[in-house]
């Protein structure tokens, strides 16, 4: 292998995914941004998360060993409330949540390999729809979701922001 050639893996790690989500959150923080409780560092630990999500639905994506991406992968809806879009029909999707990368690593495209990944663990499950669910005024994350070839389905105002839910085929 070329010296220039980066090895990427991703796998399922619970605590380095921790890790990346905290020094995004560390970022939002002193950028500036009013992060949700989602991603207040005093959240960003396994004992808030596993309220939430299973260990094993945890994933980093590793750059030389180094942890670069993160997100957590759900074929089961426990994170954010699609009922009010759903209404009596549920779909069966892989939802995406805390989708991040390091600041480090920012503008290499990690958020494509990560939906690539989460398009492949869809397929395993047999599932024919990603979910993800942002901040409506994250303009900028809401523009990657939609370069990702994700469809706007609706916003709606929740107790403290409008929330953006995207979907995409399989």
Same mark, same amino acid.
């Given at each position: 292998? %070329? =010296?220039?050639?980066?090895?990427?893996?991703?796998?399922?790690?619970?605590?380095? %995914?921790?890790? @990346?989500?905290? #020094? *995004?959150?560390?970022?939002? &923080?002193?950028?500036?941004?009013?992060? +949700? #409780?989602?991603?207040?560092?005093?959240?960003?630990? +396994?004992?808030?998360?596993?309220?939430?999500?299973?260990?094993?639905?945890?994933? @980093?994506? &590793?750059?030389?060993?180094?942890?670069?991406?993160? *997100?957590?992968?759900?074929? =089961?809806?426990?994170?954010?409330?699609?009922?009010?879009?759903?209404? =009596?029909?549920?779909?069966?999707?892989?939802?995406?949540?805390?989708?991040?990368?390091?600041?480090?690593?920012?503008?290499?495209?990690?958020? #494509?390999?990560?939906?690539?990944? %989460?398009?492949?663990?869809?397929?395993?499950?047999?599932?024919?729809?990603?979910?993800?669910?942002?901040? *409506?005024?994250?303009?900028?994350?809401?523009?990657?979701?939609?370069?990702?070839?994700? +469809?706007?389905?609706?916003?709606?105002?929740?107790?403290?922001?409008?929330? *953006?839910?995207?979907?995409?085929?399989?």
């Amino acid at each position: 292998m %070329a =010296n220039n050639e980066k090895v990427i893996n991703i796998l399922n790690d619970m605590n380095k %995914a921790i890790d @990346v989500m905290r #020094k *995004a959150a560390t970022w939002l &923080l002193e950028s500036g941004k009013n992060p +949700s #409780k989602w991603w207040r560092l005093e959240n960003l630990n +396994s004992k808030f998360l596993l309220q939430y999500a299973k260990s094993s639905e945890f994933y @980093v994506l &590793l750059i030389d060993k180094k942890p670069a991406a993160a *997100a957590i992968f759900q074929t =089961n809806q426990n994170s954010q409330d699609w009922q009010s879009i759903d209404k =009596n029909n549920h779909k069966h999707a892989l939802y995406i949540h805390w989708l991040c990368v390091d600041p480090v690593f920012s503008g290499k495209g990690l958020p #494509k390999l990560m939906v690539e990944f %989460a398009k492949t663990k869809a397929k395993e499950n047999n599932i024919g729809l990603l979910r993800v669910d942002t901040n *409506a005024n994250e303009i900028k994350l809401r523009q990657i979701y939609e370069k990702l070839g994700f +469809s706007l389905v609706a916003i709606e105002k929740e107790d403290y922001r409008e929330t *953006a839910f995207y979907e995409k085929k399989v």
